[in-house]
């Protein structure tokens, strides 16, 4: 058993800390705040520049969760939801998943530990109908859609993949929070908690 691990990076596995530190090096200082309340499951508000590693603070304790945790079965699989007020945020944050998911997956498997893959969706207005129903069928671990299509999906048969979703990363909480909008996005996820607790 080696040493117990001190630091910001210490919620994290080993092979989670070890792929962080050979990638990026030191956390950022609003990743170094928020990395501890985020993987005790508080509510958290990470308030810092662009380029300060805000969605990877955000993700990094799912992931650590997700990849090391046995694969569920399809109807309790969407464990992580992250909306986003943009599309092309979206899409975006979905291809900057896989270079850490990657590289947390490969880190692990030299260790000789046992992992599975986190599958990643993205629902938004521009999702076609066969996806979207694929989704339904076959639900990812992390789902990423807008505030919009998360209404949609709240209201429609396809509410049940977000039965068992526990963690909800919102972006750009600043733009929606004031508007109409974040009004209309809060409600959801005040039916998303009702949806849980009924689960």
């Known amino acids: 058993m080696g040493p117990?691990?001190?630091?910001?990076?210490?919620?994290?596995?080993?092979?989670?800390r070890e792929w962080f530190e050979s990638?990026?090096?030191?956390?950022?200082?609003?990743q170094a705040l928020a990395f501890g309340p985020?993987?005790?499951?508080?509510?958290t508000l990470l308030l810092a520049p662009t380029g300060s590693g805000k969605t990877l603070a955000a993700f990094?304790?799912?992931?650590?969760?997700?990849?090391f945790a046995p694969?569920?079965?399809?109807?309790?699989r969407c464990r992580v939801l992250y909306v986003s007020p943009l599309k092309a945020l979206a899409v975006d944050i979905e291809r900057n998943l896989r270079a850490p998911l990657a590289g947390i997956l490969e880190t692990a498997k030299r260790r000789g530990e046992e992992v599975h893959a986190p599958t990643v969706g993205v629902r938004t207005g521009d999702t076609a109908a066969i996806e979207r129903t694929r989704m339904v069928r076959a639900p990812p671990d992390i789902l990423i859609t807008t505030p919009e299509s998360l209404y949609l999906m709240l209201t429609s048969s396809a509410r049940d993949v977000l039965a068992h979703v526990e963690t909800v990363i919102i972006d750009e909480i600043h733009a929606l929070a004031p508007s109409k909008r974040g009004a209309h996005l809060f409600l959801s996820l005040e039916r998303l908690e009702l949806l849980r607790a009924a689960s």
Do not use: H
């Open 71 to 76: 694969e569920p079965p399809k109807e309790t």
């Open 60 to 67: 990094l304790a799912a992931l650590d969760k997700l990849a």
């Open 4 to 16: 117990v691990s001190k630091g910001p990076l210490s919620p994290f596995r080993p092979a989670v």
């Open 23 to 30: 990638a990026l090096g030191e956390p950022t200082r609003a």
């Open 38 to 43: 985020i993987a005790r499951g508080e509510s």
